[in-house]
C-alpha cells in the first residue's frame, strides 16, 4: 500500500510539473511513473491478488498447477503466453511481470498517443473511480490480461 500512495504522490506532482509545459522533463516523468505503474504489478509476491497464487503455480508446473482444472479447460492463448513465459525464465516473478506488461502497456501506449496532458492522465488512471478498481483489479487479473 505504501508505494501505491508513494506512485499517487509522484503522479501529483508530475501533473503539476507539466503545467509549466517543459516537455523533456514531461517526457522523462512519463516514463518514469508509467515504468513505476507497472513495477508495482510485475514486482508483488505471488500471494498478493485473489487468485494470482494458482495461476503462479500453473505457471511452474503446468500440468498440475490448477487443482480443480483440466488443462484442455484452459484457454489457448493464456496457456501459448505461459508457454512463452517458460521459453524466457522458468521464474513465476517474470510470468507477473508478463502479465503486467501485456495489461498495462496498451493503457500507457494510448495515454501516449491520444492524451494532450500525459501526466494528468496517468494521475487519473492510477487515483480516479472505476479506473483505480481497474488498476487495483491487475493485481488479481492474469487470464483477463
Not at 506532482?13 to 515504468?35: C, N, Q, T
Not at 496457456?79 to 502497456?105: E, P
Request: hydrophobic share 50%; glycine share 6%; with cysteine.
Amino acid at each position: 500500500m505504501e508505494s501505491y500512495i508513494y506512485l499517487l504522490i509522484f503522479s501529483i506532482i508530475a501533473s503539476f510539473l507539466s503545467i509549466l509545459k517543459w516537455r523533456i522533463l514531461e517526457k522523462l516523468y512519463f516514463w518514469i511513473l508509467s515504468f513505476c505503474i507497472i513495477g508495482i504489478v510485475a514486482f508483488r509476491h505471488y500471494t498478493i491478488g485473489t487468485d494470482t497464487i494458482g495461476y503462479y503455480y500453473f505457471f511452474l508446473n503446468p500440468l498440475n498447477g490448477y487443482s480443480s482444472y483440466n488443462i484442455s479447460d484452459i484457454e489457448i492463448g493464456y496457456r501459448l503466453m505461459n508457454v512463452l513465459g517458460r521459453t524466457i525464465s522458468m521464474d513465476g516473478d517474470t510470468f507477473l511481470s508478463i502479465c503486467a506488461v501485456i495489461s498495462i502497456l496498451p493503457f500507457i501506449y494510448i495515454i501516449w498517443k491520444e492524451s494532450s496532458n500525459r501526466l494528468f492522465s496517468l494521475f487519473l488512471f492510477i487515483s480516479l473511480g472505476t479506473t483505480t478498481i481497474f488498476y487495483i483489479l491487475f493485481f488479481s487479473m492474469i487470464r483477463q490480461c
